[in-house]
């Protein structure tokens, strides 16, 4: 049972460690102080869900309707080309220097929504916990839950102590 956790927890931190546009998100988030505490748990709920999802066999369901995941990963590509071009625009045109002392301004509902998009409109994410945990935890059998439990407590740590 412990060994269904463990590989769990270690192969979920190894998918959440690199630092892509969500986490790079978060930590911007953490910088600027501004609902960090909301921020984490949306995306360690997310990714929670998807983990379970995955258990579930929602990889299943991707392999035998491939529309799904060419439909998120178009839809992904295009939110992402969009805020890389917002991006790369005010590295050249906008003063980035980052006032801490200050709330900048950035609403709650415009932060839920930017988290949610880089959670769920992200095609990687579900490759990792949804396909890729999905089917090694088919390994532990009847405990393929406590497998789950691993990689979501993985997610849990890595968020709250980024």
């Known amino acids: 049972m412990i060994n269904a956790f463990i590989s769990g927890f270690l192969l979920g931190l190894s998918l959440i460690l690199p630092i892509g546009a969500q986490n790079a998100f978060v ?5 600027k102080k501004e609902f960090i505490f909301l921020v984490c748990l949306i995306c360690a709920f997310s990714d929670a869900l998807m983990i379970w999802a995955g258990i579930l066999g929602f990889g299943v369901a991707i392999q ?4 799904i995941e060419t439909f998120a990963r178009y839809f992904a590509f295009i939110f992402l080309f ?8 005010s590295s050249f045109r906008l003063s980035h220097s980052m006032q801490t002392s200050q709330n900048l301004g950035s609403s709650r509902l415009k932060t ?3 988290v949610l998009a880089f959670t769920w409109l992200n095609p990687h994410v579900y490759l990792d916990t949804v396909i890729l ?9 009847s405990l393929a839950w406590m497998f789950g439990l ?3 407590s993985a997610s ?3 968020f709250f102590s980024l």
């Open 64 to 67: 035998k309707f491939q529309y």
């Open 112 to 114: 839920v929504l930017l």
């Open 82 to 89: 969009i805020y890389s071009l917002k991006s790369f625009y």
């Open 156 to 158: 849990f740590l890595f």
């Open 133 to 141: 945990l999905g089917s090694v935890s088919t390994s532990f059998g």
């Open 27 to 31: 930590l911007r988030q953490g910088i």
């Open 150 to 152: 691993g990689a979501m």
